[in-house]
Each structure stands twice: as C-alpha cells, then as structure tokens.
C-alpha cells in the first residue's frame, strides 16, 4: 500500500504541517520531533517524491558524496559515516566513485546538479577548482573532506595531516630508526604534502638526516603501492621502517617486505594512515595514525545541512585531532 503524508503524521501523531515541514526542511521543528518523523516516515517505507519536488524547486532532500575509489576502506567508511548522519537528518545519499578518473569526476558532477540534490560533499581529490567555482556561483551547498581551496569560500572538514605525520615520523625516531621511506598516494594534494611535512620535521627534530630518494609515490592501489615499496626496499640504501600516507599503501608494503624475504616489524616496521578496519586485519596488526572517521562524515553533513537551510553565513574550517595507535607492525631497531 502506497503511504501517504496524512499516514505519516496519524501514525507520528504530528500534524501534516510538521511532516511537510520535516520532509522540505522548513520551520522550527525541535530535533526529537524531527527524527521522530523520521523514523516513522523509515518504519512505514514512505519515501516523498523527490522528481517533483525537483520540478517545483522544494527540497529533495538529497545530499551527493563524491569519493576517488569505494573500493579504499577510508572513503567506503567516510561514505558509510555519512549515510548514517544523513539518514538522521531524512536525508538520502547519492555516492558517487570517481576512481581517480577527471573525466569520470566531471561526469558525476554534473549528474549531481541536474538530478537537483541539495548538497555535495566532496571527498574527492579533484583540481577542478571552476567547476566547483560555477557551483558555488549557482549557490550549490558544497562541503570539502580532506582538501581545501583557497581561492573558494567553501566549508571544509579535514584532520590534521601535519600532526599526523609528525605523531608517525617521532613514534620511528623513538624506535631507533633513521632511514624512514615516505610512500605517499600523489604528491600533488595537500593532505599528502602535509603528512611528509610533518614527517620530516619529526626527523629533523631528532637529528635524522632526510634522504629525498626515499619519499616516493605509490599510486592509489595495493598494486602500485607494492611496487613502490619493492623499489624502496631494493634500492642502494633501503630504509629500516617506512611511513605510509594511508593504510592500504602500508598493507602494500608489508606485502612487498614480505615478497623480498623481510619480516615486520623485525627488519622493517611500517606505519600507516587512516585506522581503517584492514590495520587490525593484516598479521602484523599495523601501527597507524587514526583519523576520526566517524566524527568527519558527522560534522561534514551538519555543516551541509546547515547550509541547505541557510542557518548559517559564514563558512567553518574544522580540523580534527588525529591519534597515533600503536600496533604490532614497529619495533625497535635492531644493532
């Protein structure tokens, strides 16, 4: 049976003026009647028509989330974080996968606008600064994760990338070692730059020389970051441990110590990014610099949101404490 609006507020025991208000996000509705609603409007499968609320210019109440690959479990536990948060609010989410690929990106950009949702949230790693330009100027409510642009006023909801690879380039140092390789997905972005900063300036805090040769880029994928890795631990002066700038290219190192006959942490001690769910998976657990997932896909909807229903004017810059987690995959090095 199809559900109606009138179902929604005799079943919620709100007048109809309250359920349209929650479904167009309208008017001052306390936040426990809002998620009341919604959990009535969830348990009786009502879903509001979202092609004609698109067509007389109303709420959709959509929200867009652009990630460079699902298949890293960062950004498949950011999207998961922000499914969740979105869903208290009666929001749906559209997710959209790049896969690193401009092209693709621009693609879904504009799928996003035509389909008329809300909001976006943009956890893509994208250089396309006028597109986002021309949104922002169509008054499209936009939210960056992990990057920012400063030649735009957009929210932005990131960890701090520079104390993260600080806390990883002192825990190496501490252990003994001097020869640190950094492995990072792209050079280019700024959450990488930051992490190799901070991871330098650790070393050079405690004296250890800086070795250019062994801060290399390791692509987006276990296979490209293996290969990477490879090089590193062949090359003329291989390191004793090396940082990651995210999890899934530390586990592609460890495989790669693996391959060459290397056992971590005992000849190499790896250090992550991320404390996603593969750092307690892999043997050995890995040590990693653990972002607050679940807090950044929370805070990055709410500034949305925010946005969507122009409750705000001025546009929030939060940076989130990052947390070294101490795992089975550093040790002290050995003479």
């Known amino acids: 049976m199809k559900r109606t609006i009138y179902d929604i507020a005799d079943a919620a025991g709100v007048s109809i003026a309250t359920v349209s208000k929650v479904i167009n996000g309208t008017g001052r509705i306390s936040d426990k009647t809002r998620k009341h609603v919604v959990a009535v409007m969830d348990r009786l499968q009502y879903k509001p028509s979202m092609v004609a609320s698109a067509l007389t210019g109303k709420s959709t109440y959509t929200i867009g989330l652009t990630i460079p690959d699902l298949a890293n479990p960062y950004f498949a536990e950011i999207a998961r974080a922000v499914e969740d948060r979105g869903h208290e609010h009666g929001f749906n989410l559209f997710i959209c996968s790049t896969d690193n690929d401009p092209e693709k990106e621009d693609r879904y950009f ?5 389909k008329r949702v809300d909001g976006i949230i943009v956890a893509t790693r994208t250089s396309k600064e006028l597109f986002l330009k021309q949104l922002v100027q169509k008054k499209v409510p936009i939210v960056l994760i992990a990057g920012e642009m400063p030649a735009l006023a957009l929210d932005t909801v990131m960890v701090d990338d520079y104390l993260g690879g600080y806390q990883a380039g002192s825990h190496l140092v501490d252990l003994g070692h001097r020869r640190i390789a950094i492995l990072a997905e792209d050079l280019n972005h700024i959450s990488n730059q930051e992490r190799i900063r901070g991871c330098v300036q ?49 586990i592609a190192s460890i495989q790669a110590a693996r391959e060459q006959g290397l056992k971590v942490p005992d000849q190499l001690s790896v250090v992550g990014f991320d404390n996603t769910i593969l ?24 500034l949305l949101i925010q946005e969507i229903r122009n409750e705000k004017s001025i546009k929030q810059r939060a940076v989130l404490l990052p947390e070294l987690i101490i795992r089975q995959s550093t040790a002290v090095i050995k003479a």
């Open 279 to 302: 750092a307690t998976m892999i043997d050995p657990p890995l040590t990693t610099v653990a972002q607050p997932i679940q807090e950044i896909g929370r805070q990055a909807v709410d």
């Open 110 to 114: 504009s799928l996003l606008t035509q």
């Open 202 to 250: 650790a070393m050079r805090d405690e004296g250890a020389a800086i070795n250019d040769n062994l801060i290399q880029v390791g692509g987006f994928t276990l296979d490209s970051g293996r290969a990477a890795a490879t090089a590193l631990l062949n090359g003329s002066e291989p390191p004793t441990a090396l940082f990651a700038c995210n999890d899934l290219l530390a």
